[in-house]
């Protein structure tokens, strides 16, 4: 089966880590897969890659063309793409928020744009419950977790490898703090309440995704503060590391940590936030690690067990 992945490559480090690791694991599966990243920001940028995807698309005759992210689907169809699986991201189905919560009207237009294109979409995937409302033709997968590469190391040689002090309790903002939607200002809120001196916060900004293993393992926790996410990958790359978790309840988070102990589930009340965040440190230094790992071996949020899902869509379209 000959697949093409399109999908945006302007970040830093290029194509996401997401779509490449997913597409790594269908590699596994003897999917014949052939990436194509698009180059160019805004509107305009997208567009320019219009005339390469329908010559690529014209060459290769490809089975099936997978677009995550609902402007890669746009342009794909623009490209005459056939046989079209769209894989809706979070933001494009559910908006982008600025700091006071309040949706952008860039947001909105993506919205209005992701559910004109699913109707023309062959199939559409997302990631929870709250992505698939007034969506046809969809099932919903969470990303997988490759658990080679997200798995428990000990602290202190992931301490070590980073350069971290043993003798500070790091606590992990799994995202860029500066991205509205991640609410960073409410755990910010939250940390000042607890009033605890030997605490340092880490954050994602521009991290290389080789190392962001090791970030997980040398923190004592995460907090995850969004407004809104669609299945969080962090969550779940915690999970397989098995280190406690805060987060607000967004996304399917609550249904992925499930009864897992040493993680929990706040309001968006900065005393709450608090609250949350001492009962995971107590956590932390009376149990260590949580079992996050074998949660996610139940629910089937392993990369092979979500790559097997994904090729049933696939023939599920070429079937019909």
């Known amino acids: 089966m000959k697949v093409l992945f399109v999908s945006s490559g302007n970040s830093k480090v290029g194509i996401s880590p997401i779509v490449k690791n997913q597409g790594e694991s269908l590699i596994n599966k003897n999917i014949d897969l052939t ?3 698009i180059k160019g920001k805004g509107f305009k940028g997208y567009l320019k890659n219009i005339i390469p995807l329908r ?9 099936i063309v997978h677009a995550h992210y609902s402007m890669s689907a746009f342009v794909a169809i623009l490209a005459g793409a056939k046989n079209l699986v769209i894989s809706f991201m979070g933001d494009d189905l559910l908006g982008s928020q600025k700091h006071d919560s309040t949706y952008t009207i860039k947001g909105k237009l993506q919205v209005i744009l992701s559910y004109l294109i699913s109707k023309i979409a062959t199939y ?19 990303n997988g977790v490759n658990f080679n590469k997200f798995r428990p190391i000990l602290k202190d040689k992931a301490i070590d490898k980073l350069g971290f002090d043993n003798s500070i309790n790091y606590v992990l903002f799994p995202a860029n703090k500066n991205r509205p939607e991640k609410n960073y200002s409410l755990f910010i809120k939250a940390k000042d309440l607890l009033n605890q ?16 293993p090791f970030y997980f393992n040398a ?35 609550e249904e992925v940590i499930g009864n897992t102990e040493g993680c929990y589930i706040t309001t968006f009340e900065p005393e709450d936030v608090a609250d949350k965040i001492k009962m995971a440190l107590e ?4 149990k260590g690690r949580t079992k996050g790992r074998e949660r996610l071996v139940e629910l089937g949020l392993d990369s092979e067990t979500v790559a097997k899902k994904i090729i049933s869509i696939y023939e599920k379209v070429l079937k019909n």
């Open 283 to 286: 956590f932390a230094k009376t």
């Open 55 to 63: 010559k690529l698309i014209k060459k290769k005759k490809f089975d």
């Open 197 to 212: 001196p030997n605490i340092e916060i880490l954050s994602f900004d521009n991290t290389s995704n080789e190392i962001v």
């Open 219 to 253: 923190s004592t926790l995460i907090v995850l503060t969004s407004y809104h996410e669609g299945s969080p990958n962090v969550i779940k790359e915690a999970m397989a590391c098995n280190i406690p978790i805060v987060s607000t309840d967004v996304g399917d988070v």
């Open 124 to 142: 559409n995937i997302v990631k929870s419950i709250e992505m698939s409302k007034k969506l046809n033709k969809f099932e919903i997968i969470p």
């Open 35 to 37: 990436f194509f990243t």
